[in-house]
């Protein structure tokens, strides 16, 4: 089992609509938890970390359920600019709790 | 701050040839990290390093594919003979701290091994 894994879609959405991705981790002793952003051609930037009790940025939010394992990345009207791949980042079961990036989710928001 | 710089951008070389991938850290960071991306394995960790010390080269493919830092401000990355399967996008990324800490990647070097 991979330690971090995502659905690689795409997901291909009409913008303004509300679009969802999901997460699961392997390693239950995980503590820190991010959503990392990917335009194409570009290196993965941070979009947000996730917290414990959810939180939000904007027209994002994220939450963590710690008993199923499970990350999610909510995008509320989208836009067009929103279009890319959405790792999922955790710190894993290596040396030294390294950041574990998943294989990401790939977004199109059409027009 | 300039952010963490990466050269070359692209390279195009010939199987059996020598690579050198370069790296600069952001000023300060304590964690300097090498991944390669591909569509097949996606981001896969290479190597690390914790003030310029490699700590965990476990990522790293084979013998042919070695990383020195020998300073704060400097890395390397070489592959030496490279092959056709050794061609995807390289990161350099670097940070603070590990467990929890943000991660801020280089723009990464296109390596085409023909």
């Known amino acids: 089992r991979k330690e971090v894994e995502q659905d690689p879609g795409p997901f291909n959405v009409p913008e303004g609509a509300t679009v969802a991705f999901n997460c699961t981790y392997s390693n239950s002793a995980s503590q820190s938890f991010f959503w990392y952003r990917q335009d194409c051609r570009k290196e993965p930037k941070l979009l947000m970390s996730?917290?414990?009790s959810g939180n939000e940025d904007g027209r994002f939010t994220a939450q963590l359920n710690r008993a199923s394992q499970y990350i999610s990345l909510l995008i509320r009207d989208s836009k067009l600019s929103d279009s890319a791949t959405y790792l999922c980042v955790v710190n894993g079961e290596n040396a030294g709790n390294m950041l574990t990036f998943g294989g990401g989710t790939r977004l199109m928001v059409k027009p | 701050d300039a952010g963490v710089i990466q050269s070359p951008r692209h390279e195009v070389t010939e199987m059996g040839q020598e690579v050198t991938l370069r790296c600069k850290p952001i000023s300060g960071h304590d964690y300097l990290f090498w991944y390669r991306q591909t569509m097949m394995r996606g981001l896969e960790l290479l190597i690390y390093f914790n003030n310029n010390v490699p700590i965990d080269d476990s990522g790293m493919p084979e013998d042919r594919f070695s990383a020195k830092m020998p300073n704060a401000s400097f890395s390397t990355l070489k592959i030496q003979p490279s092959e056709p399967r050794d061609s995807a996008v390289y990161f350099c990324a670097s940070s603070e701290g590990l467990a929890g800490e943000t991660q801020y990647f280089g723009p990464g070097t296109r390596l085409l091994v023909l």
């Open positions: 996730v917290y414990s």
